[in-house]
């Protein structure tokens, strides 16, 4: 059974930092694309940032120089480093794991930026 957790979110202020912890079981980590996406209240759940079995990485426009995608394989855990968070950066964050042709998700974590 696969799971995915993650952990880290919470309610920080504007220009705060977070760091979001997803811990994978029951796949194949090490050869699994890994990503994090969120979901803002009424809006669709977008990618935010990825990392693939190789290492290679993307993000969305909106993060680039502010979040940073790692994983550790030897753990089978996927971390984001959330750096100068905005109010805008606010929603529920899941975790993705990829493995040609099976996704699977976490249950989610929520972020909050505010003052």
């Known amino acids: 059974q696969v799971q995915l957790v993650e952990s880290g979110g919470g309610l920080v202020q504007p220009g705060g930092s977070l760091r979001l912890s997803c811990a994978a079981s029951?796949?194949?980590?090490?050869?699994?694309?890994m990503g994090w996406y969120r979901q803002a209240s009424g809006k669709q759940r977008e990618l935010v940032a990825r990392?693939?079995?190789?290492?290679?990485?993307n993000y969305a426009d909106s993060v680039k120089g502010r979040f940073t995608i790692s994983r550790d394989n030897d753990k089978n855990t996927v971390y984001m480093q959330m750096d100068s968070l905005k109010p805008e950066d606010t929603a529920v964050y899941y975790c993705?794991?990829?493995?040609?042709?099976?996704?699977?998700w976490g249950q989610g974590t929520q972020v909050t930026v505010s003052s």
């Open positions: 993705n794991a990829f493995r040609f042709p099976s996704t699977f």
């Open positions: 029951g796949i194949r980590f090490s050869i699994s694309d």
């Open positions: 990392i693939f079995s190789g290492g290679g990485t």
